[in-house]
Nanobody, 120 residues
Framework: QVQLVESGGGLVQPGGSLRLSCAAS????????MNWYRQAPGKQRELVAT???????NYADLVKGRFTISRDDAKITVYLQMNSVKPEDAAVYYC??????????????WGQGTQVTVSS
């Protein structure tokens, strides 16, 4: 089983910055992708950013140029640097990690979510 622990959410002013972290632990053999999703009240969960095993990154159009996803392989941690935050970025942010166990089977795990509130 893979555990994901998120941190870094909180209150940020419009135009401000925030960095989210998600640390993974467990019997992880390899990681295929690490993702950040978000879900605002009354809306569906949406993919925000992805970083694949080879380091390729992709972003939703709404955050492109403002958010940066990165990872620390030694710490098995994925980050989401949020800059120029807008009110519409307010949501619960979830990390999602997909990979393989040492047994060879695949996994897809979710973090518990961290709240990002945007307000002046």
């Amino acid at each position: 089983q893979v555990q994901l622990v998120e941190s870094g959410g909180g209150l940020v002013q419009p135009g401000g910055s925030l960095r989210l972290s998600c640390a993974a632990s467990g019997s992880i053999f390899s990681i295929n992708a690490m993702n950040w999703y978000r879900q605002a009240p009354g809306k569906q969960r949406e993919l925000v950013a992805t970083i694949t095993g080879d380091g390729t990154t992709n972003y939703a159009d709404l955050v492109k140029g403002r958010f940066t996803i990165s990872r620390d392989d030694a710490k098995i941690t994925v980050y989401l640097q949020m800059n120029s935050v807008k009110p519409e970025d307010a949501a619960v942010y979830y990390c999602n990690v997909r990979g393989r166990y040492y047994s060879g089977s695949y996994f897809a795990s979710w973090g518990q979510g961290t709240q990002v509130t945007v307000s002046s």
